[in-house]
């Protein structure tokens, strides 16, 4: 059991890990505890995914007795923004400190694993420490509980619902079914995770989980605060100072010393929770020499009722400030607590918990961001503040003189913030706060607001009203003409058109504003006040009414518009085919087993590439990129960077042994830019120190000066405008496309763009690189899809022969692609400056350097025209899609190929002609991401297939039904589809989600609600299984026979969380018939099994698990003759006796798809061995006012054949379609005009998090399907479900369909994708948006553009 506990000693800060006692002498101030935890103490199963906060892998338990509430407190904390030296009188647990997989597990680890809520398992130790420090506060948590703590928690692979469904387990009734069972009396709509076989089958009902098995959560054998700590805590305090390499740090123990410390360093900063000064110090590049922490400081600290309301200590955080709140609003009269229900309101979408925790009410004030989200409460509220120095103490009132510019207050620089006092409302006052942002749960805001209305007694007429705003200008702002217009005047329509018509013209954008989304933003200040607006109307009219004074209500049908945004709590079905029971009980393909590795996941003993210890002469890399995207390289300077301590080298393109030239398939770029860069991030050298702060530090020093080039092509337009494309040029064409629009009734034209999105593996790229000494052998420790891609091109780099390489990957957070081939590049260059430095080199990405450097999905952008017949049929169709590839071949040709494999998605199209074009532009070169290519070619087939369906004025379902293909139908590209299930999966799921009802319920929904809607959309999907270049279609094993009888077994493909590995020793197992626990899968290298190809294509399952299978059938071959000696004799006695007949028990296997390839220039040729099937349908609320949206349900229907492991299958379903609705509903990337990538974190990106799961999510895996192309009849299912998110999608698009024909708007319109809050909010058009007219194109430069 690890516990770590910090005190100080003077200057010193004393450590105690499991007993062991340890002394930091001058804690580093710039170190956080997560650098600390993991270089220091090698406890490596806290891990690093942002460093900023937001995606919650670094999670971990702090303890500390609070003086001020005079208890214990247990609180979820970042450690990535968690200053050491912060941890006085605290005590540390990490994941290892609650259990492990040697010792003993604690719940919250076993539950998590076995729910199979870990796939890469990157994520699994925060999302523990998250749930353990939960129920280390509240043993009995509800759901509602679980969901707010895991605000602050990102998984990328499971789609979240195993994690909430496993963790529902500690909840009161987490084992009930609640009685809402439906037809067999199983809970399947309350949330309890139950699993059904399917109906028709005669088998007992079966589970993914056996929850029985769980060990009970016993809160009385958790580790204790240690006593040590808890008296060190009570004894007066002293001051600690802390001297680092650039900074000082002076935690001051009273407020005397904290203002005279102001005084003499009146530039300080005061650190409360770091979650600003933390953020702004790594990646903005600030320094603040010194800082001052002024956390226990009493008077910073005070909670006190006042006369006029509540006075709250600057240095509060903001989960003391909710729980301050929270017990005023129980205790006094409603009409007392507005302000405080709307600063409620707002906290409950600030930041994750682990944020909330440990940030300080002053931070948000003085930070002064004009996105705050208190603020503008604030502000309209009027709070008051109090701020003192040395010499004196005044009171300021929050109003528009507060702040003076851009992250500026009023406060003089020796003055600090010492409190605030949130008013108290009185009768006739009214209050709201909003917050609109791009995802609900953990974003900033795109727009804030606190509204303010006081009236004259008993009436309707305004006596004061105060409207304030964040994200409309520099700083936070009131809407001071607007109010003063509606003074004296009465709350009814005439005042609400006066006030929208006021909003307008005050609250206007310049068209280029920074944060761009100009129209929306405008809209949305309208929009929220008229939610305000009518929320008052409805209290106006209810508490007037009881004084005997009638005035209008809110009209039924805008009721919605005035609820709170609520996060309802989801549930689950999954239904697979359960295996029936067969003679042989060790062999359990077919069966749910866990992800091997999810014990280790889940208590942090899983190794991850940065996990490897240190070597001990290693060094650290960091990344000098390119600021400009297109531009001549006049020099570099690395003067100063070389002066930074611990530098060793710059390594640039001269350092480079080999070849500079590199490429997954053409060799079109560089390992280092030598003398011209085509991107922003175009990696130009490398810098390597011994630690990552100073490489880091010196690579922004690096000074390199450029001759800027033109043109700048960003966008897919400006590649169009410029010929800017790569070749070749593809096309495909199948029946005869002028006839067919000839013979239709119709034709229209549309166009349709979708955003490219980033993979966000929650394990960035990371590769540590071992120079051996001889004959210029190295080994590569590394994070990626392509071991022998990375071996030949570091082979390449280094000069050598691929024999003396070895690449070697054990496990990969997450990978989706966006390691198949441009991790390569960042191996290269380690690889290259280990060569140079002849010692080890190690280098993980930051999220922001990752993002930056390695691309992404590609963007699409298609315009089609087709031709249909009056009854929906649609009789030819010409399609041309152009992807942005950025500044390198790199795989686009295969994406563009397989898009356009996907251009007819599942519908029969007679008369079809597709063309691709391969964009180069000035971007990182955009590379694989699940689906690859597929997901955009078919999205834009639903975008006509919803066209037609509109124009024709029929139900979307019927006419993409009556399109389908049916079997034995040909592909555009010509291969017939046999086995075609399609039919199958879409009547289930008609079924399943009760189609028919669901559809009268949202039309009923809809004629009941004017300003939100509902939509519905069922979308299926076909995707070609096998790579498209043919010779990847082959793969390789090497299984070792012990002579004790166990089993090592190597195959090509790696484990990045999909499972592979389980499923290929279930495939072995099988086999060989021997049980799993005897087999064993040590890695992926590139020594074992030669030539593999990446694990990719969805395809790793059907290659590797035939290649295993063919080895442990020469195995058993070479067996059988010992156990013919020996038939009743075991395993290990044939094992034994084959050793000494001197067998040779080690074998390879190998295998090819069969039949493969298709040629482009003659339309014929297998282009696939197989496809997948699938259907989904959701259905949608969105709020016409926001453009937010809610997932209310959605039920998929997956053909993945036989399933080799329910469990994973599913969870790859859920991913899948996870993933595609961070595609298709949120994941934004944006781009300056110039090709600066804006969002490269997860502060800016957001993917989605455990709100945006569909409140009702039913999974069926199709019954009956083997497939006879692939192992043990299964079928692929890595990538096929991820386009069924589209289901959303276009449920989005119905939805605003409705809200459009409120105003009078029918038929077609273009929605791009992603559908975000922005362009729902600008789809629906009505009265408000009018008000709001975009600028002109062309007539003003945006700040960002759509690549
Ligand atoms: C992942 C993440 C999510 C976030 N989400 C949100 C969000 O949803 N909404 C939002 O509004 N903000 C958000 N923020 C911003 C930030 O968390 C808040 O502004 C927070 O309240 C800052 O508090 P802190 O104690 O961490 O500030 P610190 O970083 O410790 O300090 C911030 C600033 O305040 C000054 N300061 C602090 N106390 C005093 C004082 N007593 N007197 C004078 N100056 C003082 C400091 O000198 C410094 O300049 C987020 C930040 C992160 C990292
Ligand atoms: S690494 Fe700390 S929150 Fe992401
Ligand atoms: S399992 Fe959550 S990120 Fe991979």
């Not at 605030?420 to 009185?426: D, F, L």
Request: hydrophobic letters at 40%.
């Amino acid at each position: 059991m690890f516990c770590i506990f910090f005190a100080s000693i003077a200057n010193k800060m004393f450590s105690i890990i499991n007993t062991l006692q340890i002394t930091e002498k001058n804690a580093e101030p710039e170190i956080t505890l997560l650098t600390y935890l993991r270089r220091s103490l090698g406890l490596t199963g806290t891990k690093l995914g942002c460093a900023e906060g937001g995606c919650g892998a670094c999670t971990l338990m702090v303890s500390k007795y609070h003086p001020h509430q005079n208890r214990i407190i247990h609180h979820a904390v970042n450690a990535c923004l968690a200053p050491l030296c912060s941890l006085h009188h605290c005590a540390v647990t990490t994941v290892e400190g609650i259990g492990s997989v040697a010792s003993k597990l604690h719940p919250v680890q076993e539950r998590i694993a076995k729910a199979h809520g870990s796939q890469c398992g990157f994520c699994t130790p925060g999302i523990v420490m998250s749930m353990y420090a939960l129920l280390r506060s509240n043993p009995q948590p509800s759901m509602h509980d679980i969901q707010e703590a895991f605000q602050g928690n990102l998984c990328r692979c499971t789609g979240y619902r195993p994690i909430l469904e496993g963790y529902r387990t500690f909840t009161k009734d987490g084992g009930c079914c609640g009685g809402k069972g439906q037809t067999n009396g199983c809970c399947m709509t309350n949330g309890c995770i139950e699993e059904h076989v399917n109906d028709n089958s005669m088998l007992p009902a079966q589970k993914l989980y056996d929850q029985s098995e769980f060990m009970p959560l016993d809160p009385t054998q958790e580790i204790i605060f240690p006593p040590e700590l808890m008296s060190l805590s009570i004894q007066p305090q002293r001051e600690l100072r802390f001297v680092g390499e650039r900074v000082l740090w002076i935690q001051p123990c009273s407020l005397k010393e904290l203002l005279e410390l102001k005084a003499t360093y009146p530039n300080a900063k005061l650190v409360v929770g770091n979650t600003e000064v933390g953020i702004e110090m790594k990646f903005k590049n600030l320094l603040y020499p010194v800082i001052l922490a002024p956390a226990y400081i009493p008077e910073l600290n005070i909670i006190q009722h006042t006369q006029d309301g509540i006075e709250v200590g600057a240095s509060v955080t903001l989960t003391v400030l909710g729980d301050v709140l929270r017990a005023a609003v129980k205790k006094l009269p409603t009409h007392q607590t507005e302000v405080f229900e709307a600063v409620l309101e707002q906290l409950r979408w600030f930041a994750g918990q682990q944020i909330r925790n440990v940030a300080a009410v002053g931070g948000n004030i003085m930070t002064a961001s004009p996105i705050s989200d208190l603020n503008p409460v604030f502000m309209a509220a009027g709070c008051k503040l109090t701020v003192m120095s040395k010499g004196e103490k005044r009171v300021l009132e929050m109003d528009d003189k507060f702040f003076p510019g851009y992250r500026k207050t009023v406060l003089k620089s020796e003055e600090i913030l010492l409190s605030i006092e949130i008013p108290y409302t009185r009768k006739g006052q009214y209050f709201s706060a909003f917050k609109q942002s791009p995802r609900k749960e953990d974003d900033i805001a795109i727009v804030t607001s606190g509204m303010n209305v006081l009236f004259k007694e008993k009436s309707n007429i305004v006596q004061s009203i105060r409207i304030s705003y964040g994200g409309m200008a520099p700083v936070t702002v009131l809407a001071t003409a607007t109010c003063n217009r509606l003074l004296n005047r009465q709350w009814n329509e005439e005042l609400l058109e006066q006030a929208c018509t006021s909003l307008a013209e005050e609250m206007s954008l310049s068209p280029s504003a920074p944060g761009g989304m100009v129209t929306y933003r405008r809209t949305l200040t309208i929009s929220l006040f008229y939610k305000f607006f009518l929320t008052v109307q409805h209290k106006l009219a209810l508490d007037l009414g009881m004084e005997g004074v009638t005035v209008e209500d809110v009209r039924p049908e805008y009721a919605t518009a005035t609820e709170l945004f609520q996060l309802d709590s989801p549930s689950g079905v999954q239904l697979y085919q359960a295996v029936p029971p067969g003679d042989n009980s060790d062999d359990v393909v077919g069966h749910p087993i866990m992800h091997l590795s999810a014990l280790k996941h889940a208590t942090g003993e899983a190794i991850y590439c940065d996990d490897i210890p240190c070597y001990e002469n290693e060094l650290r890399l960091a990344l000098v990129t390119s600021t400009k995207a297109h531009a001549l390289i006049k020099s570099i300077d690395t003067s100063d960077a070389m002066e930074v301590p611990g530098v060793v080298a710059f390594i640039s393109a001269k350092d480079i042994p080999g070849s500079n030239l590199t490429g997954p398939v053409f060799n079109d770029e560089t390992v280092f830019a030598d003398d011209k860069v085509t991107c922003v991030g175009h990696i130009v050298g490398a810098i390597v120190a011994d630690t990552q702060a100073h490489a880091q530090r010196a690579a922004k020093a690096v000074k390199i000066s450029y001759e800027e080039l033109h043109p700048v092509i960003v966008t897919i337009q400006d590649a169009i405008a410029n010929k800017s494309f790569y070749q070749p040029v593809r096309s495909m064409e199948r029946g005869d496309v002028a006839q067919g629009f000839k013979d239709s009734d119709h034709i229209l034209h549309g166009k349709m763009h979708i955003g490219g999105q980033e993979q966000f593996y929650l394990e960035t790229n990371c590769t540590v690189a071992v120079p051996r000494g001889e004959d210029g052998e190295m080994e590569l420790f590394v994070s990626t899809q392509a071991a022998s891609k990375t071996q030949a091109l570091v082979a390449k780099a280094l000069g050598v022969p691929a024999n003396r390489v070895v690449c070697r990957v054990k496990r990969m957070g997450g990978g989706f692609g966006g390691k198949e081939s441009r991790s390569t590049i960042l191996s290269t260059v380690v690889a290259v400056a280990a060569y140079t430095t002849k010692r080890p080199v190690r280098c993980m990405l930051d999220r922001d350097e990752d993002m930056l450097v390695t691309g992404g999905r590609h963007p699409f952008f298609g315009h089609y025209k087709v031709g249909y017949m009056n009854n929906g049929r649609v009789n030819a169709l010409d399609v041309t899609l152009y992807s942005n590839a950025g500044n390198s071949m790199d795989l686009s040709l295969s994406i563009l190929e397989r898009a356009l494999f996907h251009m007819d998605n599942s519908y029969n199209i007679p008369n079809i002609h597709g063309t691709g074009y391969i964009c180069k532009t000035n971007l990182p070169s955009n590379s694989a991401f699940r689906g690859f290519g597929g997901p955009q070619g078919m999205m834009i087939a639903e975008s006509w297939m919803s066209d037609v369906a509109l124009s024709c004025g029929l139900p979307a379902e019927e006419v993409r039904r009556m399109n389908m293909y049916k079997e034995g139908d040909f592909t555009p590209f010509n291969q017939r589809l046999d086995q075609f299930t399609i039919d199958l999966c879409w009547e289930e799921c008609m079924q399943l989600s009760d189609f028919n009802m669901r559809k009268e319920a949202v039309e009923q929904y809809n004629r009941q609600h004017r300003w939100t809607k509902r939509g519905l959309a069922i979308i299926p999907t076909k995707f070609g299984i096998s790579y498209t270049a043919v010779f990847l279609n082959q793969a390789g094993a090497l299984v070792h026979v012990y002579s004790d009888g166990s089993v090592l077994l190597t195959h090509g493909g790696t484990e990045m969380g999909q499972g592979l590995h389980t499923k290929m020793v279930q495939v072995a197992s099988k086999t060989l018939g021997i049980p799993c626990s005897k087999i064993h899968i040590t890695e992926t290298s590139t020594n074992t099994v030669p030539n593999t190809s990446p694990t990719a294509a969805s395809v790793s399952s059907d290659l590797n698990g035939m290649a295993v299978y063919n080895a442990c059938q020469t195995l058993l071959q070479r067996l059988q003759p010992c156990i013919d000696k020996n038939p009743k004799g075991c395993w290990e006695d044939w094992v034994k006796a084959a050793y000494f007949d001197r067998v040779n028990l080690s074998a390879n296997g190998f295998y090819k798809t069969p039949d493969l390839g298709y040629d482009f220039n003659t339309n014929s040729g297998r282009a696939f061995n197989y496809f997948s099937y699938g259907v989904a349908v959701s259905e949608v609320e969105i709020d016409c006012l926001t453009g937010s949206h809610k997932n209310l349900h959605t039920s998929i229907v997956m053909d993945v054949g036989k399933s080799l492991n329910p469990a994973l299958d599913i969870g790859q379903v859920e991913g899948g379609f996870m993933q595609g609705l961070g595609l298709f509903t949120l994941e934004e990337l944006r781009y300056s005009p110039d090709g600066y990538l804006y969002t490269r974190g997860p502060g800016m990106y957001k993917i989605p998090s455990f709100g945006d799961i569909p409140i009702e999510l039913k999974v069926s895996l199709l019954r009956d399907a083997p497939n006879e192309k692939a192992i043990f009849s299964s079928k692929a299912v890595g990538e096929p479900p991820l386009f069924l998110a589209a289901s959303v999608f276009y449920a989005i698009k119905d939805a605003i369909t409705v809200a459009r024909a409120e105003s009078g708007l029918t038929g077609p319109f273009r929605l791009d994708s992603p559908a975000t809050p922005e362009r729902i909010r600008n789809a629906c058009e009505d009265k408000f948006t009018k008000l709001c007219p975009p600028a002109d194109p062309g007539t003003f430069t945006p700040w960002a553009v759509q690549v």
